[in-house]
């Protein structure tokens, strides 16, 4: 009672003392404007001057949030909901454009919205490349962020067949940014945060609306062992929350074979028990290795209720007390730390748009339970193996986490654009040679070939032909010559022939020249009537 006492009139006195301190700051500042030769001294002055005199006599806690994901995961949606801002482009579904490394900041408030709690800085890797990835030791510099940094990794579920590789990504880059320069008070520092995160896990309860029973204080002192497979990674104990965004389109309605509304491309085919057991399999398997990591896991929405819960995590994480000494516990000297964000949400397995499993309350038999026929352990054995590989240790084995768990969820991504073949064409002249060797030796293929092969004197003109005629029909000097002997045969009959003939050639006749319709019929000198002569002679010209 006497303390009770004791702390009260203390506390007033401290009030006391801030209010006559506030009081002498603005007699001060007023007695000034009241001797400055400017009459009208500008309002903003004034409280800058009451502010920066109390401003000393409390500082506030700075935290940061580093966000990792590909491109197109929702890192915006999430950077919004912590520092509880709207989007830059208004929450449109565009395509944005990523910077080399994103940086928002805000104040986090306490619920009166009066007073400064903390300054929450979020900065977000748009990709694994390591031309982004080398820049977050310049701005986060481990020795000095470690303490005051937790990590969120995103997943998209409209890809989740590619859950485990960037879960590996990601995971392997941390172990690699905490280690830093190496140096040794770096390594001072990863241990005594992976006390204090071990601790964080070991003392983790679960909220309960009931009224704590009065062993609970007994027990507090009592520290259990972590169970199997729980944070066996993570050597710097950094806080880790695994983010599942888009929850909402798990459950997508629509058979799609191939990319559409909700992304699952072929899997959503498989809705039903089967699909409902994948995305439990799936589940249990980011489970496990959160478990290995001591890291928790969480799917998010659109609904600002989820967005909401994983703020208040993500606050409640940052501000995890250091371990107790062991010593204080237990002689119950040394009372517990409060953490001034407290995390009073149960954890959730069976909501699948809103998964909440704290980092703490997991574990293999909880993980079994879900789905019969899980193997939490052979699933943490395959994930060293990766490792293994990795490093370089081991070759890779068919028996892995990747393989198994592509078996489970096979790659419906779009695939690469596969090009055809080049195309070498033939040279132009050893395309010609070929085709004049193969010419040369089959006659039948050579086009000249009708121009030198005999023509049967008994077959008739071809109809048509064009080009020399045989030597059976008249070319040109056989009609000649018809006509001279014609000429010179003499007789009323042969000269009306000729004339005849040689008005039907147009030989010695000008174009406009009159020809005599009457044709006879007396024979030529060849056995061939006028008539045929004429008709061969219209075929020639």
Known sequence: MLWHCSHDERCGRERETDRDRLTQALNSVMNQDSRSSSPEAPPQDLWSSILNSVSSSRSIPSKNILILGQPSTGKTTLTSALLQKLPADGGKDEPRTDFALGYDWADVRDEGEEDILARLSVYTVPSSAPSYTSLVSHFLSPQSALPHTAIVVVLDWTRPWTFLEELQTWLAWIEHWVQGNGERELQVICEEHRERWQAHLQHYT???????????????????????????????????????????????????????????????????????????????????????????????????????????????????????????????????????????????????????????????????????????????????????????????????????YAALVPDQGPKPNSLLPLNNPTPEQAFLAKNYDENARRADRDPRGIFRSPVDPSAPPAAGLVGPLGSSSFSLPTVERALAEMEGGGGSGGGSGAATLSAGVGLGRRSGAPTSPIMGSAPSPTGQTQHEVLQISSRVY
């Open 206 to 404: 679960e909220p309960s609306a009931e009224p704590l029973p009065a062993s609970s204080s007994t027990l507090q002192g009592t520290i259990l062992p972590l169970g199997p497979g729980t944070f066996t990674h993570n050597t710097a104990g950094v806080p880790i929350i695994i983010v599942c965004t888009k929850a909402d389109l798990i459950d997508d309605n629509n058979d799609l074979v191939g990319p559409g509304a909700s992304g699952m491309g072929g899997m959503v085919k498989g809705k039903g028990d089967e699909w409902e057991e994948r995305t439990d399999g799936i589940m249990q398997i980011l489970r496990a290795v959160c478990l290995k990591y001591g890291a928790a896991l969480f799917y998010t929405t659109t609904q600002p209720t989820t967005l909401n819960v994983l703020r208040q995590y993500a606050l409640h994480v940052l501000f995890v007390p250091p371990a107790p000494a062991s010593d204080g516990l237990l002689d119950g000297t040394t009372a517990p730390a409060r953490n001034p964000f407290p995390f009073l949400h149960k954890p959730n397995t069976l909501d699948r748009d809103r998964i909440v499993v704290p980092a703490g309350w997991d574990s293999w038999g909880k993980i079994a339970v879900l789905r019969d026929g899980f193997d939490a352990k052979a699933w943490g054995e395959a994930w060293e193996r990766d490792l293994s590989f990795e490093a370089g240790a081991d070759d890779e084995s068919e028996t892995g986490a990747r393989k198994l």
